[in-house]
Each structure stands twice: as C-alpha cells, then as structure tokens.
C-alpha cells in the first residue's frame, strides 16, 4: 500500500506499477485529498483517504509511507503496531524525539523497518565509502561538502501549506533537501561530537524556515568537517572533499579524483628535512558507472528483506543519524552557540513547539506547472 499520493507518492506509484520491481503487487493507495485519488478510480486499486483505514484494512502487508514529514511517526508507529512492514520516505521524522518514538514502535523485529535513502544505492558514494573503510586514505583529517544544487524558486514554497514551515515542515533545507545528503554525511564520515552552525531563516523566500546553512562540525579524533546547503543559490555547487593522512578524495560533477601521497602527511611531517617540501602525490580517477538503482532499488531491497530476509540497505533506525545532525544545525543556529552530540531529544522538542507556538508565519500558496520528481533526485 502506498500512503500519500503527493509527488514522491506518485513516483513510486510509478515504479510499482512500471514493474520495475518483482515479487510484489500494490494493492491500495491512500491520500486525504480526495481529489488526488481521482486518477485511479479506475485501476482496480484499493482507495482510501484515511491511513488508519489502508492499514488496518487487510489489504496490505507492507506500507510505504511518503506523506509530510511529520506525519511519518504516527503513520509508522500505527503501521508497525499493527504488523505491517514498512518503508518510510526520508525523514523517518521531524526531531529526533520522533525518531526515537518510532523506532521503539519496531518491537516485532519480523516486520521490515526500513528508511528510503536512495542515495544508497549510487556506486560513487559506496565506492567512496569502502575508500574510507578500507584505510585509503587514512585517519580522516578534514571533509568539507559544498551542496547549493538545491535551488528551488517561490512557487516551489507555495505549492503547499505545509512546505516550509515549522508547523507543517519542521524546518527548511535542513529537513527536505538535505537528508539524504546528511545521510551521506554520516554514512561516510560517521558522528561528530559537536557542532557549531549558522541557519538563515528566509534568506531568500518568502518562508520562516531556512534556507541556507553553513556548519562546522569536530569529530572525536580532531577531524573537522564544514557543510554548506542552500535552497536559494544557483547555479550552485556540489563538491564533497575529505582529506585524510594519506591523501585527498574530490567527488564532484559525477566524478571521483582521488590524490595519493606517497608518503602519509604525518610521517613525512616529522622526518622530511626540506622546510617547504610536501610528499610526492599521484592524482588518480576512481572510475564509477551510473547513479545506481535509487529508489527502485530500495524498494526492491525492502521487498527481497521481507521474502528472504535479505539485509536492508538502509534500516529506519538509521534514519535517526541525518535527522539529528538537521536538528542540530537549527539548534546551534537558534540557540546562537556551539553544541554537544548527541543532542538533548528532548530539548529540541520543546524548542521546536516553541517556535511553532510563536509563529506569526503567514504561509501564501499558488499552483504550480506538474513537478518531473526525477529532477530532485540525484545530487
């Protein structure tokens, strides 16, 4: 069952009924817009504008959830009580308190919890992944990723109520843009202990929620990171660099170029006898194909996990790592200081009811031209 026919609802309707993935049939859709349910009265398709009524409908034994954002935990929490297995758009929620109350609803580990991070699934970040793992470049120093592809003009803000703000959204950039890429974050260079970020409300749109952020964040080892995002720049930039003991990694324009020392920085740091000297270095082309099976092919990993309990490529509980590190770039921002991860749940929960309860916000709507989702998806 698909809950949510908005635009990622309609992507995946797409690709279960494309038959791009086997072993499973949709049975049912769900919006409580009744109006979006109209294009298929005529499907055969089970409809329903409740999701209480989808899942416990017993028409279904697995959900994929991609209705807003906050939402997604009472949906989910509903949804795994009652048995079903279920795959959650990203993010699995709003705040890590959320994330923390749905996670703790996935008790009958038999039931397949998982989180839609498709980005997953593109070979250039696993093969940057087992770069790191494998020692490549050694104890990580430094990583800094430019990411201001996200440009998204006034009509993208105003073709829903509850796109970017903090009652509808939770937040901006931080919490539709960027997931995947903060998942990516955390996916390649793990956790950092604390963090120091700077979060532009309505920089550029007509919105209470940011849409340009710069943070920097320090690791337990002395690695720094810094993380730019904007949702109000192009032509914008993507570039992920992250330079290590024995060398330096660029990924950028679909590429990966990967700078090797000869010798790791710190030992030729302390032996070399040349005042300006710097190891030998080769630059080499790590060669990639494709941007992998993306969301397909999360949905085709949820499907074999649930059939032969194959492993999941992302479960929902890692959806909890990308949601805090938004959290805590809002919370540093807001709270005007540096801050420790992990984050007080709790805290930010109160901080986020408290700029919902304060706002003023006047949110103006307008129709947009029929969104191609493909063009959001590979950053």
């Given at each position: ?181 903060l998942d990516m974050w955390q996916w390649l260079l793990g956790m950092p202990i604390r963090m120091r970020a700077f979060c532009s409300f309505g920089k ?88 992998g099976g993306q969301h397909a092919e999360v949905i085709q990993r949820f499907v074999d996990a649930i059939l032969d309990g194959a492993p999941l490529l ?42 919902i309860a304060e706002s003023k916000f006047v949110k103006q709507t307008a129709e947009s031209e029929k969104t191609d989702m493909s063009k959001s998806f590979?950053?």
């Amino acid at each position: 069952g698909l809950i949510g026919m908005g635009n990622i609802g309609k992507h995946h309707y797409n690709i279960l009924q494309g038959k791009k993935i086997s072993r499973c049939v949709l049975t049912a859709i769900c919006d409580n817009h009744p109006e979006r349910l109209v294009p298929y009265q005529d499907t055969g398709l089970k409809l329903f504008n409740e999701s209480s009524a989808l899942i416990h409908s017993g028409e279904v034994d697995a959900v994929i959830i991609g209705t807003p954002h906050y939402s997604h935990t009472s949906i989910g929490i509903e949804a795994l009580k009652k048995g079903l297995h279920t795959l959650v758009e990203k993010p699995i929620s709003v705040h890590k308190a959320d994330c923390e109350r749905l996670i703790a609803a996935h008790k009958d580990k038999s039931r397949v919890f998982a989180v839609m991070f498709n980005q997953r699934t593109d070979p250039h970040y696993q093969e940057i992944r087992k770069m790191i793992l494998n020692g490549d470049l050694g104890p990580l120093q430094r990583a800094s990723w430019i990411i201001t592809e996200w440009f998204r003009p006034e009509v993208y803000y105003a073709s829903g109520t509850w796109r970017a703000t903090w009652k509808g959204e939770g937040g901006g950039a931080l919490l539709n843009q960027c997931p995947h890429t903060l998942d990516m974050w955390q996916w390649l260079l793990g956790m950092p202990i604390r963090m120091r970020a700077f979060c532009s409300f309505g920089k550029y749109h007509k919105i209470e929620v940011e849409d340009e952020v710069t943070a920097y964040m320090e690791y337990e080892n002395g690695a720094t990171g810094i993380f730019i995002g904007s949702t109000g720049e192009t032509p914008g930039s993507n570039r992920l660099e992250i330079a290590g003991d024995k060398g330096k990694l660029v990924y950028e324009h679909n590429k990966i170029l990967f700078t090797r020392n000869e010798t790791p920085t710190s030992v030729f740091n302390k032996t070399t006898k040349e005042a300006f000297g710097r190891p030998k270095a080769e630059t080499i082309e790590i060669h990639v194909e494709g941007n992998g099976g993306q969301h397909a092919e999360v949905i085709q990993r949820f499907v074999d996990a649930i059939l032969d309990g194959a492993p999941l490529l992302s479960r929902g509980e890692e959806g909890l790592a990308s949601v805090e590190l938004a959290n805590a770039m809002i919370y540093s921002s807001v709270m005007n200081r540096t801050i420790d991860i992990p984050i007080d749940s709790a805290e930010y929960e109160k901080l986020l009811n408290k700029l919902i309860a304060e706002s003023k916000f006047v949110k103006q709507t307008a129709e947009s031209e029929k969104t191609d989702m493909s063009k959001s998806f590979l950053r």
